[in-house]
């Protein structure tokens, strides 16, 4: 009897290689996985609209698949655009985290319904965040007086050098009132308290009738941290950050060489197989 039933990805370095893509050993075994009744979910830090045509090419729509977007923020049933899980960010924090990015020389950015909102559209790391989700960018002059509607996140976006030291200061200065991650070297993910991508895996499996051993976990940030130590299995990538590897169960290949459909091939399709 198969052991996993929900197999949560990660997307940018782990799904998909650093060519933004899915290669196509890892499609091919997560559609025989979805075919034996595995239902996937991309669980990412990009917005929902990011995240659809990756879940379009896998046919999620088709399969019970769903989409975890904002990092837990949101979460929709691919087949019926369904919200299953929902979380705004506090309103009145918006104007304070803009500000307190701007002291340390970061930008601060959020979502609209068709791209990404920020005062700084020709930052590199806006440029970044808007290559990897295929979004375009609106510039605004006053980011928090722009945003009149519920959001599921800020991300802030800087240098790759200064963001451990931003996110340290970040944990103290909106300590019990945000949950803050860094999903790449240079992203900080501000999220509200509470939500992170284990929290809404875990309603999701509540939604379900099933429990974290029945999930399966594949990841290599720091954001993707709680959900691999909250799996029943937890897989890092052979690319991952250090504490999620010595979080994992097992590690894979890296997000350039199969990673992902390695350990579907070995643990879901119980192929023993060579890369």
């Not at 304070?96 to 930052?123: M, S």
């Not at 895996?201 to 999930?215: I, M, Q, T, V």
Request: hydrophobic share 45%.
């Amino acid at each position: 009897m198969m052991q996993y039933k929900v197999l949560a990805l990660d997307l940018d370095g782990t799904l998909t290689n650093s060519d933004k893509i899915i290669t196509p050993r890892t499609a091919r075994a997560l559609r025989e996985a979805a075919r034996q009744g595995v239902r996937i979910v991309l669980a990412s830090g990009r917005p929902t609209a990011g995240i659809r045509p990756l879940a379009e090419e896998l046919e999620l729509d088709m399969t019970g698949g769903y989409i975890l977007s904002y990092n837990g923020g949101k979460v929709i049933e691919c087949a019926t655009n369904q919200v299953l899980v929902q979380h705004a960010f506090p309103a009145e924090l918006i104007p304070t985290v803009c500000t307190f990015a701007r002291y340390w020389n970061v930008v601060p950015l959020t979502y609209d319904q068709t791209g990404i909102v920020t005062e700084v559209p020709d930052h590199i790391y806006v440029k970044e965040e808007a290559r990897i989700n295929k979004l375009p960018v609106r510039a605004v002059p006053d980011l928090p007086a722009e945003v009149s509607y519920p959001i599921n996140k800020l991300l802030l976006v800087g240098d790759p050098v200064d963001m451990p030291h931003v996110e340290e200061l970040m944990q103290q200065e909106f300590a019990g009132k945000l949950s803050i991650y860094r999903s790449a070297p240079f992203f900080i993910e501000t999220m509200p308290l509470g939500v992170e991508k284990a929290a809404s895996l875990e309603l999701l499996l509540r939604a379900l009738g099933l429990f974290p051993r029945d999930l399966m976990a594949c990841g290599d940030g720091w954001n993707d941290l709680p959900m691999i130590k909250f799996a029943g299995l937890g897989v890092a990538m052979g690319n991952a950050v250090a504490p999620v590897k010595a979080a994992a169960g097992y590690v894979t290949a890296d997000n350039d060489h199969d990673g992902v459909g390695l350990a579907v091939e070995k643990f879901i399709l119980g192929r023993e197989v060579e890369a």
